[in-house]
């Protein structure tokens, strides 16, 4: 049996100052709008400690991660506060009850103002930590699109994201694959798209579930930053 290669990650995160933002929060759980530049958990590198949960646990000891947003990636993120609303939650993340919403400034001007795209996603382990489409081994990915606007300096597309799936990296994958790459990704542009921001243009906007303890839904919002 051949082994695996192993991967080592030698990425140093900078310091990000911005603070985390509570959006929401009761003795159950905690509705954050996560800064762009910060993990969500802490890596492996002790260089890159801070982290959304790092950060949280000081405050709310039994704090966990439900789910997770890229480093550049900003906006909603849901925490659960004790071991049987992460256990309901959980179960509504992988019943995929949960809609989120993101808005994203894609490189060039849209020729469609509404989409679907369906590309699998796979890991790609010679090049870590990039995602790659892979119609063999890749698992099934979703993203539904809307235009909401053009922009012309730099010419490009404000749109609404609405993943059906969770894959890691889908949104830049997905946006890459049909040719407009998201502005500021470092992983999937082009060096020209890469310099045309100053961050990831990517930010969960929209986060609705339903509440663990009460079943009322809950519609959490957090307007974009860019």
């Known amino acids: 049996m051949s082994k695996q290669p192993v991967i080592i990650d030698t990425f140093i995160v ?25 993990l969500s958990l802490s890596g492996k590198n002790p260089l890159n400690k801070d982290s959304v949960h790092y950060r949280i646990v000081r405050d709310f000891p039994t704090a966990t991660l439900l789910h997770r947003l890229d480093l550049g990636t900003s906006g909603l993120m849901l925490l659960a ?15 995929r009850k949960i ?4 808005t994203a400034i894609l490189s060039g001007h849209l020729s469609k103002a509404t989409g679907s795209i369906t590309h699998p996603i796979a890991k790609d382990p010679p090049n870590f930590p990039r995602m790659k ?33 969770g894959r890691t990296h889908q949104l830049r994958v997905h946006a890459q694959q049909i040719g407009h790459p998201i502005l500021g990704c470092d992983l999937y542009g082009n060096e020209s798209t890469f310099k045309a921001a100053p961050r990831l243009m990517l930010h969960a906007t929209s986060l609705n579930f339903d509440h663990p303890v009460t079943g009322v839904r809950f519609f959490g919002k957090c307007p974009c930053p860019f």
């Open 14 to 38: 900078p310091v990000c100052y911005d603070d985390i933002d509570i959006i929401y929060q009761d003795e159950h759980i905690l509705l954050i709008n996560k800064p762009t530049k910060l």
């Open 81 to 95: 506060l004790n071991k049987a609303v992460n256990a309901t939650l959980t179960k509504q993340f992988q019943a």
């Open 99 to 102: 809609e989120k919403s993101y």
């Open 133 to 165: 489409v892979c119609t063999e081994s890749g698992k099934t990915a979703h993203t539904e699109f809307h235009l909401l606007s053009y922009v012309d300096k730099p010419k490009s597309s404000r749109v609404l994201f609405t993943p059906v799936t």
